[in-house]
């Protein structure tokens, strides 16, 4: 720790106001001033509770200040607490006051305004259903034609998809053991599995990306050696395949020789001193039906393991051709997750961020309704990520079709994350996400652990309490009839009735096809299992 930092700045500026008043017999308010400052930054860098304060002692406080009295500012002079941007305050807090075990209920009434269009809301039951214990969870992997299937049960809440390198090493840590405690699962991200997911034994899906991180050959092709003996630890409990993400679909990216440390190159099998680069798109197959195949090969190497990939949704009839190349070669993968076109973690050009991707919401409705008119969404769990917070956020999503929810940013809030948009500087505030040793060591894992885990043990809770008062006793009950939009101000709709849902086998009869909507009459005939493209030649 450098205490000469520009981030120690107003401690040196207390010792040194101290040490000079004393020597030249300053009068004593000076030199008590002094010393009752140097006394509260000692103790902002000894405290473990928050990492603002470790890192920049004494000058944190003012941000602790002008945030108690951010209420009064923001209802004058600014915008309001429910502005998103891209998580609004009200947002924030609840993580943290879940996370560090506040109250987090609220008086005086809803700060939405319920007459808006796009409000939504869940109906209750007059006959609420007795609260059930809040850990939901759900079966995923037992794949009949798999006879050494390893299902795994799964929370229906989760860490989502970040890579060790983008977050920091402490981050990690609290994230796994987090995961760890709460019996839930952490998502390594693309770059492979760190000895950092490794210390506390939290239940791991690794993702592989075009990259394929801890599983590669020397010229970035796929390595099946390497692969199965990562795959065989018994904390990694699913294999994902990454086909994209929400924050930059259809975008590769590279991780600078400059921030490549040892530990890094080790963690990904790359060589130090050279630019870590993440291909736009897979060596490893170029067809929805090789593709198909390359996930069975995955899951016969990692002995059985729940298996699947994630996507962003972008042309339809891609993902269709996938759909139709399950059909044509009946390999079907364990699950599905759907990234939605919000964004996430990662940082991307702002076109990508702002203009590519699917919003969650349409990209699950196309994936659980092509599913369903496939005949196959009882054979593949679907999951969720992209922008999921509250329990409110969780019962949505499960009622438009997914069987569980992945959060990245919510887990980053728990963490201490402040959304200070810094992630790709290598300068995160609170030692979330940066490779700065000083930096990081803010972010104390005892302490980060356990809001880790008591934010998904409190929204759990909260989802527990939420599907009681619409009478049900498992969120997998939920459906698009348990909620309601308002279409304008005098106009609402039971979703059921607002949003198109497919038949089971619908797709499959040609003479359904021309009164299905648009996205299916037009697209699936068209989609091929032989090839992404179907304008090709």
Same mark, same amino acid.
């Given at each position: 720790?450098?205490?000469?930092?520009?981030?120690?700045?107003?401690?040196?500026?207390?010792?040194?106001?101290?040490?000079?008043?004393?020597?030249?017999?300053?009068? $004593?308010?000076?030199?008590?001033?002094?010393?009752?400052?140097?006394?509260?930054?000692?103790?902002?860098?000894?405290?473990?509770?928050?990492?603002?304060?470790?890192?920049?002692?004494?000058?944190?406080?003012?941000?602790?200040?002008?945030?108690?009295?951010?209420?009064?500012?923001?209802?004058?002079?600014?915008?309001?607490?429910?502005?998103?941007?891209?998580?609004?305050?009200?947002?924030?807090?609840?993580?943290?006051?879940?996370? #560090?075990?506040?109250?987090?209920?609220?008086?005086?009434?809803?700060?939405?305004?319920?007459?808006?269009?796009?409000?939504?809301?869940?109906?209750?039951?007059?006959?609420?259903?007795?609260?059930?214990?809040?850990?939901?969870?759900?079966?995923?992997?037992?794949?009949?034609?798999?006879?050494?299937?390893?299902?795994?049960?799964?929370?229906?809440?989760?860490?989502?998809?970040?890579?060790?390198?983008?977050?920091?090493?402490?981050?990690?840590?609290?994230?796994?053991?987090?995961?760890?405690?709460?019996?839930?699962?952490?998502?390594?991200?693309?770059?492979?599995?760190?000895?950092?997911?490794?210390?506390?034994?939290?239940?791991?899906? $690794?993702?592989?990306?075009?990259?394929?991180?801890?599983?590669?050959?020397?010229?970035?092709?796929?390595?099946?050696?390497?692969?199965?003996?990562?795959?065989?630890?018994?904390?990694?409990?699913?294999?994902?395949?990454?086909?994209? @993400?929400?924050?930059?679909?259809? +975008?590769?990216?590279?991780?600078?020789?400059?921030?490549?440390?040892?530990?890094?190159?080790?963690?990904?099998?790359?060589?130090?001193?050279?630019?870590?680069?993440?291909?736009?798109? +897979?060596?490893?197959?170029?067809?929805? !039906?090789?593709?198909?195949?390359?996930?069975?090969?995955?899951?016969?190497?990692?002995? /059985?393991?729940?298996?699947?990939? #994630?996507?962003? !949704?972008?042309?339809? $009839?891609?993902?269709?051709?996938?759909?139709?190349?399950?059909?044509?070669?009946?390999?079907?993968?364990?699950?599905?997750?759907?990234?939605?076109?919000?964004?996430?973690? /990662?940082?991307?050009?702002?076109?990508?961020?702002?203009?590519?991707?699917?919003?969650?919401?349409?990209?699950?409705?196309?994936?659980?309704?092509?599913?369903?008119?496939?005949?196959?969404? *009882?054979? !593949?769990?679907?999951?969720?990520? /992209?922008?999921?917070?509250?329990?409110? *956020?969780?019962?949505?999503?499960?009622?438009?079709?997914?069987? $569980?929810?992945?959060?990245?940013?919510?887990?980053?809030?728990?963490?201490?994350?402040?959304?200070?948009?810094?992630?790709?500087? *290598?300068?995160?505030?609170?030692?979330?996400?940066?490779?700065?040793?000083?930096?990081?060591?803010?972010?104390?894992?005892?302490?980060?652990?356990?809001?880790?885990?008591?934010?998904?043990?409190?929204?759990? #809770?909260?989802?527990?309490?939420?599907?009681?008062?619409? /009478?049900?006793?498992?969120?997998? @009950?939920?459906?698009?009839? +348990?909620?309601?939009?308002?279409?304008?101000?005098?106009?609402? #709709?039971?979703?059921?009735?607002?949003?198109?849902?497919?038949?089971?086998?619908?797709?499959?009869?040609?003479?359904?096809?021309?009164?299905?909507?648009?996205?299916?009459?037009?697209?699936?005939?068209?989609?091929?299992?032989?090839?992404?493209?179907?304008?090709?030649?």
């Amino acid at each position: 720790m450098n205490l000469l930092s520009p981030r120690y700045l107003a401690l040196n500026a207390a010792v040194v106001t101290l040490l000079v008043s004393l020597a030249l017999g300053a009068p $004593w308010e000076i030199p008590a001033v002094a010393a009752a400052l140097t006394i509260v930054g000692i103790s902002d860098l000894l405290q473990t509770k928050r990492a603002l304060r470790r890192n920049y002692p004494i000058l944190a406080h003012f941000r602790f200040f002008f945030e108690s009295i951010r209420p009064e500012i923001r209802q004058y002079f600014l915008e309001d607490d429910t502005v998103a941007e891209p998580f609004s305050r009200n947002q924030r807090s609840i993580v943290y006051q879940r996370a #560090k075990l506040d109250t987090d209920k609220r008086p005086f009434g809803t700060q939405l305004d319920v007459y808006a269009p796009g409000y939504e809301w869940i109906n209750h039951s007059i006959a609420p259903a007795p609260e059930q214990h809040h850990d939901f969870r759900i079966e995923i992997g037992n794949h009949p034609d798999c006879p050494r299937a390893q299902p795994y049960s799964a929370s229906v809440f989760n860490i989502s998809a970040m890579s060790f390198g983008a977050l920091s090493a402490n981050a990690i840590l609290a994230l796994n053991g987090g995961a760890k405690q709460g019996g839930f699962m952490h998502d390594t991200g693309e770059g492979s599995i760190s000895p950092h997911h490794r210390q506390h034994g939290g239940d791991l899906v $690794w993702e592989i990306g075009s990259g394929y991180f801890g599983c590669r050959n020397d010229d970035g092709s796929f390595s099946e050696a390497k692969f199965a003996a990562n795959a065989a630890s018994p904390q990694v409990k699913m294999i994902e395949l990454k086909m994209s @993400q929400g924050a930059k679909p259809g +975008h590769g990216g590279v991780l600078p020789a400059a921030k490549i440390t040892p530990e890094i190159a080790l963690t990904r099998g790359v060589p130090m001193g050279v630019d870590c680069v993440s291909p736009s798109r +897979h060596s490893a197959f170029s067809t929805p !039906i090789e593709m198909l195949e390359f996930i069975d090969r995955l899951r016969n190497l990692s002995g /059985g393991k729940p298996t699947g990939f #994630k996507l962003a !949704i972008g042309h339809p $009839w891609e993902f269709f051709g996938i759909v139709k190349a399950m059909l044509a070669t009946g390999i079907v993968p364990d699950f599905i997750v759907v990234d939605g076109g919000e964004g996430g973690t /990662g940082a991307a050009p702002v076109e990508f961020t702002d203009h590519v991707g699917t919003p969650l919401q349409e990209a699950l409705l196309l994936v659980h309704n092509t599913l369903v008119g496939a005949n196959l969404r *009882d054979k !593949i769990k679907i999951g969720a990520s /992209g922008k999921i917070i509250t329990a409110f *956020d969780i019962a949505r999503t499960l009622a438009l079709g997914a069987d $569980w929810c992945n959060s990245a940013r919510g887990f980053m809030f728990a963490l201490g994350c402040i959304q200070s948009q810094s992630c790709h500087t *290598d300068r995160c505030p609170t030692g979330v996400a940066t490779q700065d040793p000083s930096r990081q060591r803010a972010l104390v894992v005892p302490d980060k652990i356990q809001r880790v885990a008591n934010f998904h043990e409190n929204t759990m #809770k909260a989802l527990a309490q939420l599907i009681a008062a619409a /009478g049900m006793t498992h969120p997998s @009950q939920l459906r698009p009839r +348990h909620l309601v939009r308002r279409i304008s101000s005098n106009q609402v #709709k039971l979703v059921s009735t607002l949003l198109p849902f497919l038949e089971p086998g619908e797709l499959l009869d040609p003479s359904q096809l021309s009164r299905l909507p648009p996205v299916f009459g037009h697209y699936w005939p068209m989609a091929q299992a032989e090839t992404f493209d179907p304008y090709c030649g």
